[in-house]
């Protein structure tokens, strides 16, 4: 964790902070967690809705793929009653999860939060800056626009169904360390020629030493023409493996997308999950429109919301669908 927390606490809204989030938090992380954003969809109506924790192992990757950007807040008994987790993957940073204790809200501390989370990036040289959240909470939308963030597209969450492929293509979790050492410098490779400054290996590397998932890659002759990270480890603490979530997908041409799909539903059915779950983003409609064809369901959407003077930029060509949640 960065000691750069621990220079200067400020005090908002009755708490303190940042200090680093560690591991040893996630059972009040959690607490923080399921409480606001259960209230959060009370407050939309949904009456009936309690957000579950999240599992440990997922907190865990989220904290130490922040590298750092993992901060809270402490109330005035020591207690944890608000938390940002920031990302930074090469230059694209984001923002996720991040919530603010119910009795806290409305007093100030969110926006200290967002702001503490945008500085921090900023000062780590991220050219996008960006977070996700929900279309239909007009409240939150009007909060991100009060410092800065301007709504994009949809993200849309779809699944398709687990199922068997004739063939497999490569997965890291099958190779030698120094083939899987070279692979993720060619999928960094092809990640920076589609997207200049991105780079996902740390979330590859992380995702293989933890367990939680694997990532598939494309290779055609040599080259690398696509990878998916995926993991199929449970969101949700105490539930069994209903999805396989992809994280990262990366694709030179939109036809290579296909592919890599359907080896990631193979990956699905041979892990025991029952579905895979792409978040696509809107700006690829005719992506969106094949999946669709091929079978995805619509399942969930989020507004993609990016700091107005750190926008995503647009790849001249090729596939980067680049999960903004954990």
């Not at 119910?102 to 989370?117: C, D, I, M, N, W």
């Not at 977070?131 to 779809?158: A, C, K, Q, W």
């Not at 939680?212 to 998916?228: H, I, K, Q, S, Y």
């Not at 025991?272 to 809107?282: L, S």
Request: aromatic share 8%; net charge neutral.
């Amino acid at each position: 964790m960065t000691a750069g927390f621990a220079k200067n606490f400020k005090r908002s809204g009755s708490a303190s902070g940042p200090y680093p989030a560690t591991v040893r938090d996630v059972a009040s992380l959690n607490a923080v967690f399921s409480s606001a954003f259960t209230d959060r969809y009370r407050k939309d109506g949904l009456i009936g809705v309690h957000v579950p924790n999240l599992s440990s192992a997922i907190w865990r990757f989220a904290i130490e793929d922040a590298d750092g950007g993992a901060m809270l807040w402490r109330g005035e008994r020591d207690e944890i009653v608000a938390f940002n987790v920031c990302h930074l993957s090469g230059t694209e940073g984001w923002m996720g999860p991040l919530a603010v204790a119910p009795p806290l809200q409305a007093r100030g501390l969110g926006k200290t939060v967002v702001r503490e989370g945008t500085a921090w990036l900023k000062s780590r040289g991220a050219l996008v800056i960006g977070l996700e959240t929900m279309p239909r909470t007009v409240d939150n939308i009007g909060f991100y626009s009060s410092l800065g963030y301007v709504p994009g597209h949809l993200t849309i969450t779809i699944t398709i169904e687990a199922e068997y492929a004739e063939h497999r293509i490569i997965q890291l979790g099958r190779l030698s360390e120094s083939e899987r050492g070279d692979l993720v410098t060619r999928c960094a490779e092809l990640t920076r020629d589609i997207a200049p400054g991105y780079d996902f290996s740390r979330e590859i590397n992380l995702t293989h030493s933890l367990g939680l998932g694997d990532t598939l890659v494309l290779e055609r002759g040599g080259t690398v023409d696509g990878f998916a990270l995926c993991h199929t480890a449970p969101l949700v603490e105490g539930r069994g493996r209903d999805e396989l979530r992809v994280l990262k997908l990366v694709a030179r041409n939109e036809s290579d997308v296909d592919p890599i799909v359907t080896q990631l539903a193979d990956y699905a059915r041979r892990s025991g999950t029952r579905r895979v779950a792409v978040r696509m983003q809107g700006r690829y409609s005719n992506l969106y429109g094949q999946l669709i064809r091929r079978g995805a369901r619509v399942r969930w959407t989020d507004l993609r919301m990016t700091l107005a003077d750190h926008p995503e930029p647009t790849p001249a060509g090729g596939i980067i669908l680049s999960n903004w949640e954990i």
